[in-house]
């Protein structure tokens, strides 16, 4: 089995059965960055983002049923643009493009499937480059971007090359300061509907095109996030093809893919979540987990009982709810009941890191949570998100081949870094 792993430069359970896929080979990485933008939390995308992912659910699913049916795609009505002009935090990874490759930075990004460059760095045709006469254009929370397709040569790291992946060649795009756009590890159905006169049309994604290119055995990736109280540490990785049994503990626990839409067109997985012993935040319902979210955000009425519970306030400079020394001191653990396995986030791990307090907009020794509040009411199909303070202290796995997100917990699951 060859498998590839990509090391992280952050601040960024198998069922019982089921065999757990192991490394065989040399680990190969390539350096990646957490980036944090200035003025508070309520510069993060993710409210934004969320409405974003349910249009484009809603969306997709209409355009996959249309294509099933042999029918005409249906125009879209999904908005064009969201006016948010940045990410609060981000993965990065250094991404060659073409032959000499020019390096990019690119968001690592579950919750899409496009890779594109262009928002910062200039795309150079190299012989490598092929324009496909397609032009392209995707929608996200933090803004979207337009342009050209082409197909070109991708080196993830040295050994991890891909031929002929098609790249988004961004003309205009909104959002994406200090990067150059994505590298998108989503489901495959979210590239439908991107290409234009193609618009049925499903682009490869990079993994894909990984395991059809026989370069990876298995059509999967895995993310290895740690928590981290500095804005810039080696301390992740993201693993092409099986996992890194380094990185977590135990077991891996698989859940298949939601059946509800729009949750079902992401990683999308049913969870439930309680506080302590016996409060219900959430009862068993649809979300997704999503790399380019950074906090964890529930459905309005959960956030409100999670708030209740907690005894936080919302905190104006940051946007995030607050707690005192004291109430920090009680505040309880909060269990997400995934796949019939119970995985607990500690009251550590539900406080943002205080070493980064004034790199958000807040106050140095302040107590901030990283629970946030989606924006809509419990029932729409995608009713939380876990996004990267969830991954920072679970290992992650995303397979393609059986349609099903993997969790475990990590070294780092109970660490009291905050």
Do not use: C
């Amino acid at each position: 089995m060859r498998v590839f792993a990509l090391v992280l430069i952050v601040p960024a359970v198998f069922a019982l059965n089921t065999p757990v896929v192991r490394v065989t080979d040399s680990l190969i990485s390539v350096p990646f960055a957490k980036r944090i933008s200035a003025g508070g939390v309520k510069n993060f995308a993710d409210r934004a983002r969320a409405r974003s992912l349910v249009e484009v659910g809603k969306r997709k699913a209409a355009v996959r049923a249309a294509k099933a049916a042999g029918l005409p795609i249906p125009a879209s009505d999904v908005v064009t643009s969201v006016p948010i002009t940045n990410f609060a935090t981000a993965y990065i990874a250094s991404v060659g493009v073409g032959s000499p490759a020019h390096q990019f930075d690119l968001i690592v990004d579950t919750g899409s499937s496009n890779t594109w460059v262009g928002a910062g760095g200039a795309y150079v045709k190299t012989s490598t480059s092929t324009q496909t006469g397609n032009s392209v254009s995707v929608t996200y929370g933090s803004g979207f971007f337009s342009g050209t397709e082409f197909t070109d040569q991708v080196t993830l790291a040295s050994g991890l090359v891909i031929t002929k992946q098609s790249i988004g060649v961004a003309s205009s795009s909104t959002g994406f300061d200090d990067v150059d756009g994505i590298l998108g590890i989503g489901p495959v159905d979210l590239t439908l509907d991107t290409l234009s006169p193609d618009t049925s049309t499903e682009i490869p994604t990079v993994t894909d095109n990984l395991f059809a290119q026989g370069v990876i055995t298995s059509n999967l990736v895995a993310v290895s996030f740690e928590p981290t109280t500095s804005d810039e540490i080696t301390n992740g990785e993201l693993t092409f093809g099986g996992t890194d049994p380094t990185k977590f503990t135990g077991d891996i626990t698989f859940t298949p893919i939601t059946g509800t839409s729009p949750a079902n067109q992401f990683w999308g997985i049913d969870q439930s979540i309680r506080y302590g012993t016996s409060t219900t935040i959430l009862s068993t319902t649809a979300g997704i987990v999503d790399t380019g979210t950074t906090l964890i955000l529930l459905a309005s009425n959960a956030f409100s009982r999670y708030r209740s519970a907690s005894g936080a306030v919302l905190d104006r400079n940051t946007g995030l709810l607050r707690l005192s020394t004291s109430q920090f001191a009680n505040l309880q653990s909060l269990f997400f009941t995934i796949g019939g396995t119970t995985f607990e986030l500690t009251a550590n791990a539900q406080a943002w890191p205080r070493n980064l307090n004034t790199a958000i907009g807040g106050t140095a020794n302040n107590v901030y949570l990283i629970v946030g509040d989606i924006g809509t009411p419990s029932g729409e199909g995608l009713d939380f998100i876990n996004g990267q303070t969830f991954l920072e202290r679970f290992y992650s796995v995303f397979d393609t081949d059986n349609a099903r997100v993997g969790l475990a917990t990590t070294p780092f699951t109970d660490a009291t870094t905050n």
